[in-house]
């Protein structure tokens, strides 16, 4: 059974690696927006953002957007096409069963999301001189915001291939999340520069408490970490079950 969930997990990595639009906003948009503002305003000290330097600040909060591209758009339209063309209904007549298709979808999305923190922090580090985490403890502490900031992303990405009747309307769900949730979270544009209009309107996205957990996390800057924590567990639990107990199979 190992073996033929491998060779599934094998077949989605190819396939994703001939879809553009993911690999690219995962690999290659936050690197390019990274390279834009890092060689716009360098990674000198700003009193905008309490002393740090923009690509220190930018890396954490990028590292939501790459989350977000897996997580909001590649995983639930790939579970949507899926079921769409009746795929998820044919697995379940093989000795793996439709799940495997839901393991290999998750662990393809989840090494895309790795390899595109990766390469976005050996950027800001070979280009820009990003100031790493200084404790081994620092660090455990910013890999665990970034597992729970991911769990609960590909939650609600798991809600909206849920709800979605078809594949054209998961796209259009999607979307609908995914945009306002990096543009309006600070995941691309810095909160710092927010009117106070906007910064309201951002205390209303999870994305929002995911750039402020990891921005505190890699950087020690100010943020109530109880509350982000419980926000996002929140989400988790809460979205992950409705995944769950919504989730169709054809």
Request: aromatic fraction near 10%.
């Amino acid at each position: 059974m190992g073996g033929l969930l491998w060779q599934v997990v094998r077949f989605e990595g190819c396939r994703m690696m001939r879809n553009f639009a993911p690999v690219f906003f995962a690999l290659g948009f936050p690197v390019l927006l990274l390279c834009m503002f890092g060689g716009i305003y360098g990674n000198e000290p700003s009193s905008l953002f309490g002393g740090r330097g923009t690509v220190d600040m930018s890396v954490p909060a990028y590292l939501v957007m790459v989350v977000s591209v897996t997580g909001l758009m590649s995983f639930p339209l790939g579970l949507a096409e899926y079921r769409d063309r009746k795929v998820l209904k044919r697995f379940r007549a093989t000795p793996l069963g439709a799940p495997a298709l839901l393991i290999a979808q998750g662990l393809v999305n989840l090494v895309l999301s790795l390899l595109g923190a990766v390469l976005l922090v050996v950027t800001g580090r070979l280009l820009f001189g990003l100031h790493l985490p200084q404790s081994a403890g620092t660090a455990a502490a910013n890999c665990g915001a970034l597992v729970l900031a991911t769990l609960a992303t590909y939650a609600i990405g798991g809600v909206v291939a849920a709800i979605a009747p078809s594949e054209r309307a998961a796209a259009a769900v999607a979307n609908l999340v995914y945009f306002p949730m990096i543009f309006l979270s600070g995941a691309t544009v810095p909160l710092q520069i927010f009117p106070p209009t906007m910064k309201v309107i951002s205390d209303a996205l999870p994305a929002t408490y995911a750039v402020k957990l990891l921005q505190h996390t890699w950087l020690g800057s100010a943020t109530n970490v109880a509350l982000d924590v419980g926000v996002l567990l929140g989400l988790l639990v809460l979205a992950g079950a409705a995944a769950v107990r919504l989730f169709r199979w054809e």
